[in-house]
C-alpha cells in the first residue's frame, strides 16, 4: 500500500492551493479516504473525510474554504483549499480508513502518507 501527497507549499493569506494523494496496493473505491494535518507542537487533527459513495465530512474550522474529492478512476484523492489562513500552515497528510463511511478518528485510519508541507504567510 503506498499513499503519495503532492501540492503543498507556499501560499499567501486568502490563497489557495489544491493537494492531491495517489494511492496504489487496495482498492481505492472500497473506503473512505481522509486528511489529516500537524502543526509543530500539536497532535494530528482532522480536516476532513470522503467516504466510498462521495459523501463528505469536514473539520469546523475548514468548513466553506476546503473541499475534499476523489477519482476512483485515477486513484487519487484531492483537497481543494481555498481562502487560507497562517493558521492552515501544517504538514498535510492524506490516509486511508478501514471503513466504507466517515469517521473522524486517527484509529480508525490504517496507511498513511508521507505528509506535504503547507505553509501560510505574506
Known amino acids: 500500500v503506498q499513499l503519495v501527497e503532492s501540492g503543498g507549499g507556499l501560499a499567501q493569506p486568502g490563497g489557495s492551493l489544491r493537494l492531491s494523494c495517489a494511492v496504489s496496493?487496495?482498492?481505492?473505491?472500497?473506503?473512505?479516504m481522509g486528511w489529516f494535518r500537524q502543526a509543530p507542537g500539536k497532535e494530528r487533527e482532522f480536516v476532513a473525510v470522503?467516504?466510498?459513495?462521495?459523501?463528505?465530512l469536514y473539520e469546523d474550522s475548514v468548513k466553506g474554504r476546503f473541499t475534499i474529492s476523489r477519482d476512483n478512476a485515477k486513484n487519487t484523492l484531492y483537497l481543494r483549499m481555498n481562502s487560507l489562513k497562517p493558521e492552515d500552515t501544517a504538514l498535510y497528510y492524506c490516509a486511508k480508513s478501514t471503513k466504507t463511511y466517515n469517521v473522524r478518528g486517527v484509529e480508525e485510519y490504517d496507511y498513511w502518507g508521507q505528509g506535504t508541507q503547507v505553509t501560510v504567510s505574506s
Open positions: 470522503i467516504s466510498r459513495t462521495g459523501t463528505t
Open positions: 496496493g487496495f482498492t481505492f473505491s472500497s473506503y473512505a
